[in-house]
């Protein structure tokens, strides 16, 4: 069936640091890719996402590029602030109508 | 336009219990999806229903039921609760079941 591995984390930065957060994933056809933030006391929210192979999403300095050849979808920032900091899940929807699947969530912390 | 709402925020219940959890999604969106997210398991998926109808079913025990009403507000109920009921429940809702889904920011239950 169709799945999603996340770095495990927390992992912890310092501010200005850059930032990947790995992410790969199993599935059949041509699936959806999402990555999606929650802070404290939150619910998730969509980040970015990426629709077909070789799309980049990208939102408030966060990118990810869906590579078919690798099955990867890798978060990417180039200067991570203290806001940042939260955990970051990345998701897939496989074919139509099928169920959203989430990683395991990876934790950031940066450091001031 | 309002986000997905989840009442209540918070709840505690004694073992043995049951509990309903109701979520109105966005206005426009047919589906709603319930996820359970633990510090343990992660985010876990429960169930997913759109235009009334259950789409897609996670691995829970029969104990979590939930329903789909006419105007798309979603209930979520769990029967004979136990301590490892408690978690963090979201519901996330989608336009069509080839969308993004947003999530509310869950309801926090404690079975004590």
């Known amino acids: 069936g169709n799945s999603v591995t996340q770095m495990e984390g927390p992992v912890t930065l310092s501010e200005e640091a850059f930032l990947t957060i790995n992410c790969t994933y199993t599935a059949t056809g041509y699936p959806s890719l999402f990555w999606y933030v929650q802070y404290p006391g939150e619910g998730l929210q969509l980040l970015l996402k990426a629709t077909k192979a070789d799309d980049k999403g990208s939102n408030k300095g966060f990118e990810a590029t869906y590579r078919k050849e690798t099955t990867s979808f890798h978060l990417e920032k180039g200067s991570v602030q203290v806001s940042d900091s939260a955990v970051y899940f990345c998701?897939?929807?496989?074919?139509?109508?099928?169920?959203?699947?989430f990683g395991s969530g990876t934790r950031l912390s940066i450091r001031p | 336009k309002a986000g997905v709402t989840q009442t209540p925020r918070y709840l505690i219940k004694t073992r043995g219990q049951q509990v309903t959890l109701s979520c109105s999604p966005i206005s426009g969106h047919r589906s709603v999806s319930w996820y359970q997210q633990t510090p343990g398991q992660g985010l876990q998926f429960l169930f997913e229903?759109?235009?009334?109808?259950?789409?897609n079913k996670g691995n829970f025990p029969g104990r979590f039921s939930g329903r789909q009403f006419s105007n798309s507000r979603s209930e979520m109920n769990v029967s004979t609760l136990e301590l490892g009921d408690s978690a963090l429940y979201l519901c996330?809702?989608?336009?069509?079941?080839?969308?993004?889904?947003?999530f509310g920011q869950g309801t926090r239950l404690t079975v004590v």
């Open positions: 996330a809702s989608r336009q069509t079941l080839n969308t993004e889904a947003f």
């Open positions: 229903y759109f235009s009334e109808t259950q789409r």
């Open positions: 998701a897939l929807r496989g074919s139509s109508a099928s169920k959203i699947i």
